[in-house]
């Protein structure tokens, strides 16, 4: 089998094949393994790339046991997430925080928007009934149709939570929610095009104690899957860009490397980007209305710059995400910036006792920094030095204590993790993108199977892993052989 992309999904796909027996290579275009997983070393910083959160790694979650195959938990210690966020407008003089305490999250809320007290009381509600919303870890292709009815039916009460929240974010809001404040706290923590749902199953994941960090952060997350890939015997090629990838009679045989290595397969999956798998390494031919649909219509996720600063101080105050409501914006690339998000990180392996790596992330244009030309190298450090101004108002003396400074452009994910326009997690869910089930094979083309986050809109660790496991099922299945894990 040869797997196209060694971020998670790739990965997750080595790992399940040699547990089925298969001889597996990754062919990875960047110098490492994790895809857009990634953290990287700035002397004595490290620059934590990724994970914010993971869902469903308690005993019980919902992913726990694909974690525990993949070598994630309980090798890498996870730490519950207390607060997702804290959300602070200077100007008006308050801040909210979105704790795990459901109690207290309805109370602050209250206070913040008494006019939404009614709406509230129905958002406790949906909060607690999501927690058996679930999510079958198996491919639903193998389901019976028997199945997927007695699962809707073993829901039906929840059909008022899914009614009410049918829509998207922003209608939610618009249609429900009278409080600007209101609006304002959730539309920080969510986009207005993503589901409704979106909002109880979230703060229903961090009320039930279901959203963790690892510790050791990124690294220590991508290193786990990383063993656990090399562990099994899975072999991986670095530095090896696939051009193209070759078909005999509708049927995938193999890929052309950039330096015209050909490599044969009996089995290939790709994990890149659905226009990359579908556009450039086959050419354009096998795609159907569907496809063409996607990749023309279907929101990705914005383009993100990331600064990060090595600080030789390490503000312990701030315990959680902290984002800061700017009202007069700012510029990243030519994006307006109407808030600014504050990750701190701390602490081993991410910086030295008393220091902190403090980062920002802002949403921007893939074109603007495409055409800069000899100018992208200014516009990072004009950006850097804007969001430091930023950050000085809020957390006084920075600028003196900075002893690094590292930027991230939606240029630099394409570098690194051919994420197509800078999308680095695919396509935005929907309402109507998270509902669709997203074939993992092209019409007419048999060998040639689609895993990671192009295939599983809104993306995601959970969902990357788990469409690797699903394609080796598939794989299994029509092979006649059965799946086995080894977890
Ligand atoms: C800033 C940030 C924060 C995030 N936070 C979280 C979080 O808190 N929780 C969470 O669950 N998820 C988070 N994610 C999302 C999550 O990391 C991704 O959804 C997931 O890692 C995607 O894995 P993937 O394998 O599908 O794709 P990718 O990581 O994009 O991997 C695809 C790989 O294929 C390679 N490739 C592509 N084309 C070719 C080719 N032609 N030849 C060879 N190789 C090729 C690429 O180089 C890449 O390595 C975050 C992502 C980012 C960027």
């Not at 005993?59 to 974690?67: K, N």
């Not at 030789?312 to 902290?322: G, Q």
Request: net charge negative; with cysteine; hydrophobic share 45%.
């Amino acid at each position: 089998m040869l797997i196209v992309g060694g971020g998670m999904a790739g990965l997750a796909t080595g790992c399940y094949a040699r547990m089925n027996g298969f001889r597996v290579r990754i062919l990875e275009h960047n110098l490492d393994l994790g895809g857009v997983c990634a953290a990287w070393s700035r002397e004595p910083y490290v620059i934590d790339g990724c994970v914010r959160w993971l869902m469903g790694a308690a005993p019980g979650g919902m992913f726990r046991g694909v974690y525990e195959e993949m070598g994630i938990v309980p090798e890498v210690p996870m730490r519950v997430l207390d607060t997702f966020a804290t959300i602070e407008d200077p100007t008006e003089g308050w801040s909210f925080a979105f704790t795990h305490d459901l109690d207290r999250l309805e109370r602050d809320m209250i206070a913040l928007a008494p006019e939404d007290r009614e709406e509230i009381g129905r958002l406790r509600a949906s909060i607690e009934h999501t927690a058996e919303l679930r999510m079958s870890i198996e491919a639903p292709e193998l389901g019976h149709w028997r199945d997927r009815v007695a699962a809707i039916w073993d829901m039906r009460h929840l059909a008022g939570t899914m009614l009410h929240f049918r829509g998207d974010v922003g209608t939610w809001l618009t249609e429900r929610v009278k409080s600007p404040r209101l609006r304002a706290v959730i539309g920080e923590i969510t986009h207005p095009k993503m589901p409704a749902l979106f909002v109880p199953m979230m703060l229903g994941s961090i009320v039930r104690g279901q959203m963790h960090v690892p510790e050791g952060g990124t690294l220590a997350l991508r290193d786990a899957v990383v063993r656990r890939f090399r562990e099994l015997g899975g072999e991986a090629t670095m530095h090896a860009t696939v051009e193209e990838i070759l078909v005999a009679h509708d049927r995938a045989i193999g890929v052309r490397l950039g330096d015209g290595t050909i490599v044969h397969a009996d089995v290939v999956v790709s994990t890149a980007s659905l226009p990359e798998t579908v556009m450039r390494l086959l050419g354009g031919r096998y795609v159907d209305g569907a496809t063409r649909e996607r990749i023309d219509h279907w929101p990705t996720f914005d383009a993100i710059a990331m600064v990060s600063l090595g600080i030789d101080r390490d503000y312990p105050e701030i315990v959680a995400p902290l984002v800061v409501r700017e009202h007069e914006p700012f510029l990243a690339g030519d994006t307006p910036q109407h808030r600014l998000g504050i990750h701190v990180f701390r602490g081993s392996p991410h910086a030295p006792p008393e220091h902190a790596v403090v980062q920002a992330i802002l949403p921007t244009r893939y074109d603007h920094w495409a055409g800069l030309g000899s100018h992208y190298g200014s516009a990072k450090a004009q950006l850097a030095a804007r969001v430091l101004e930023r950050l000085g108002r809020r957390l006084p003396g920075i600028e003196s204590a900075v002893r690094m400074t590292d930027v991230v452009t939606p240029l630099t994910f394409w570098r690194h993790a051919r994420s197509w326009r800078g999308a680095f997690e695919g396509f935005l869910p929907t309402p109507e993108t998270f509902m669709t089930h997203v074939p993992k094979q092209l019409p007419g083309l048999g060998g040639l199977w689609l895993a990671g986050q192009w295939v599983e809109p809104g993306g995601g660790i959970p969902p990357a892993l788990l469409s690797g496991r699903q394609v080796v099922q598939l794989v299994c299945r029509d092979r006649g052989q059965a799946f086995v894990v080894d977890g």
